[in-house]
Every structure is written in C-alpha cells, then in structure tokens.
C-alpha cells in the first residue's frame, strides 16, 4: 500500500472531497481551508493535517481520505464482467472499484462510495441507466460523478444523443481494458 502523503494539490484535495479544484482553491483563498502558496508561484499546498480538520469542521466524509484514488463504480447484471473488469481495473490502473449488480444498489452504492465514475449497462432488469444517471444528477453530493453508460445493443445515432441526455460518454460492448482505463482517465482529468 502506497504511503500516505502529507502535502496535497488543490486538485488532489478536490478528488478526496469529490468538488471542483476552483471550489478548494475558494476555500483556500478565503482562509477557511489553511495551506500556503509555492513561493513564485500561484499553486497552492494544503497539509493533510489541515484538510481533515476542514473536513471534520463541516461534516465532509472522510471516506475519501483513504485512498485518494479514482473510486469507480461499476453497474452491469453481468458479474462475471464486471469481477474481471474490477480486478483489472484495480491492477492495470490503481483505481478502487466497486460493484453493483442492478440500479437499486447502484443508488445505494453511489451513496456509500460517492465515486468519480460510473460505469453504467443501460439495459439493467429493474431500473434504466437513464433512471441512475437522473438519480446521480438530482443528488447534490454526486455532482461531480461522471456517468458513463454501457452498452452493445446501440445504434451510433443512440449513442450519440446519450450526451445529449446528460451522460458523460459511451462505451460500446465487447471494449478492452485500456478503452475503460481511457474514457474514465477522459472523464476525470481536471482543468486547472
């Protein structure tokens, strides 16, 4: 297990906290999350001691602190799949992954996980990836969650007009390992 580290980017600190790096910065700069500027320039520096005070003192989980990696969650009624997707997942990218097998424990583990990404099949038995995707978006601590949906069974006209209703991108069904670690690296790399 990689050691923890003791002085955090603004950016890392946006992913523990899953908001926006401007967000972080705002606290920065307002002396409410205490750190100091890198002399000459304009980045910032937050001790990790610093940062779970703040988080402590407005009630942000600190879940996220365990890891300080990409939480991806994965949502497919297939386990096989999703089991040697996670494993690989895990190895090949670093990323902590967690499953769910239908879009009622997709809502409960966005919940629990509040993760950066969401792989999502969009033909789950009870619960349409549409329904999570407007579960995720109404959910004001999962504003930062990217949804990507899944599937095989779309035409290009279908999965194009999916970002048009609000999912982050596509994955068409059979994919390669490196085509998920991509299109998740894609929907989480932050603009400073």
């Not at 409410?32 to 989980?61: C, E, N, V, W």
């Amino acid at each position: 297990m990689p050691k923890q580290k003791d002085i955090l980017t603004t950016g890392e600190v946006a992913k523990i906290c899953n908001v926006a790096p401007r967000t972080v910065s705002k606290w920065f700069d307002s002396g409410q999350l205490k750190g100091y500027r890198i002399p000459g320039s304009k980045d910032r520096r937050i001790p990790l001691t610093a940062l779970i005070k703040f988080m402590k003192q407005h009630q942000i989980p600190l879940d996220g602190l365990q890891s300080g990696k990409t939480r991806v969650l994965l949502v497919d009624e297939v386990s096989e799949t999703v089991e040697v997707l996670k494993k690989m997942l895990v190895e090949q990218a670093g990323y902590e992954v967690d499953l769910a097998h239908s879009g009622f424990s997709a809502g409960v583990e966005c919940e629990k996980f509040r993760p950066h990404v969401i792989l999502i099949d969009l033909h789950l038995g009870d619960v349409s990836g549409e329904d999570v995707l407007k579960l995720v978006r109404e959910n004001p601590d999962l504003q930062m969650s990217k949804v990507i949906a899944v599937s095989g069974k779309l035409t290009e006209g279908q999965a194009s007009a999916l970002t048009t209703a609000g999912f982050d991108g596509f994955l068409r069904k059979p994919f390669h390992v490196k085509q998920v670690i991509d299109i998740v690296e894609e929907a989480t790399a932050l603009v400073y």
